[in-house]
T-cell receptor, first 109, second 111 residues
């Protein structure tokens, strides 16, 4: 079966750095996506990785290792507005997105 | 403002009633999707459409139907609602595979 695992909840301090991990087992791989979802709102696209390595976009970076079935989202200089759920999703061999349950990130002052 | 419009925003529905959730996009995206999101389960695909005139079943299609008469509209119908269909429903569209734009969601409660 297809499976995406990420921690249910994480807590971090404003101004700090946090890494949210995602491991996946899917039928095929055509890319990995990270989305941000604030409470009561729709998910919004953050990043896309299809090749191994680190993709940096401002305060957010995303890393992929296809051989390990592993990705992480790194958030630097945390701000209170970063409190949200972060969803990991993998595009499988049928080009369907398989979603993780999401990681709720709580930022404390 | 370009994007996806969903209606209604929320609804309380009696079990056994028929209900259509509306979804309209103005970005001319070919692909559209319906998801339900339940606490602890993440987003689950109900139905999808890769282009106008075609539809396909997702992970949890039972009890739901869709149509795609044109590029912009992708309504989701619950023929006879049951309490287990209580959820938040998101419509999404994409031009590039995986880079989705989501609507603001419909909170549906079936009682």
């Amino acid at each position: 079966g297809q499976n995406i695992d990420q921690p249910t909840e994480m807590t971090a301090t404003e101004g700090a750095i946090v890494q949210i991990n995602c491991t996946y087992q899917t039928s095929g791989f055509n890319g990995l996506f990270w989305y941000q979802q604030h409470a009561g709102e729709a998910p919004t696209f953050l990043s896309y990785n299809v090749l191994d390595g680190l993709e940096e976009k401002g305060r957010f970076s995303s890393f992929l290792s296809r051989s390990k079935g592993y990705s992480y989202l790194l958030l630097k200089e945390l701000q209170m507005k970063d409190s949200a759920s972060y969803l990991c999703a993998v595009l499988d061999s049928n080009y369907q997105l398989i979603w993780g349950a999401g990681t709720k990130l709580i930022i404390k002052p | 403002i370009a994007g996806i419009t969903q209606a209604p925003t929320s609804q309380i529905l009696a079990a056994g009633r028929r209900m259509t959730l509306r979804c309209t996009q103005d970005m001319r995206h070919n692909a559209m999707y319906w998801y339900r999101q339940d606490l602890g389960l993440g987003l689950r695909l109900i139905h999808y459409s890769n282009t106008a005139g075609t539809t396909g079943k997702g992970e949890v299609p039972d009890g739901y139907s869709v149509s795609r008469a044109n590029t912009d509209d992708f309504p989701l119908t619950l023929a006879s609602a049951v309490p287990s269909q209580t959820s938040v429903y998101f419509c999404a569209s994409s031009e590039r595979t995986g880079d989705y734009t989501f609507g603001s969601g419909t909170r549906l409660t079936v009682v």
